[in-house]
Nanobody, 125 residues
Framework: QVQLAESGGGSVQAGGSLRLSCVAS????????MAWFRQAPGKEREGVAE???????NYAESVNGRFTISKDSAKNTLYLQMNNLKSEDTAMYYC???????????????????WGKGTLVTISS
């Protein structure tokens, strides 16, 4: 059974940084397309960043240049380094994995195969 567990959320001031982690069990990261999503209060969940099975990354325009997605296959861990955080980055952050799509999985949205329970990020101005 595939399980994803996020960690690393917290409260920081605007301009600060956080690194989120997502540890997977039950499968190997290297063969899956992985993504980070977020959902702010009162808003729909949106894709933030994606890394495909070849390590190619893709970012939402709102975070491009500030966030970096990466993975450590040996540790089966996905990361999201978030720098220069803004109040609009406040949200619950989720990692997701898809075993049928090797690239472009962020476009699947809620249809991705596996999801973690989320970690809360709060940015104060």
């Amino acid at each position: 059974q595939v399980q994803l567990a996020e960690s690393g959320g917290g409260s920081v001031q605007a301009g600060g940084s956080l690194r989120l982690s997502c540890v997977a069990s039950g499968y190997t990261y290297s063969t899956y397309c992985m993504a980070w999503f977020r959902q702010a209060p009162g808003k729909e969940r949106e894709g933030v960043a994606e890394i495909d099975s070849d390590g190619i990354t893709n970012y939402a325009e709102s975070v491009n240049g500030r966030f970096t997605i990466s993975k450590d296959s040996a540790k089966n861990t996905l990361y999201l380094q978030m720098n220069n955080l803004k109040s609009e980055d406040t949200a619950m952050y989720y990692c997701a994995a898809d075993e049928t799509v090797v690239a472009g999985c962020i476009g699947l949205g809620d249809a991705m195969d596996y999801w973690g329970k989320g970690t809360l990020v709060t940015i104060s101005s």
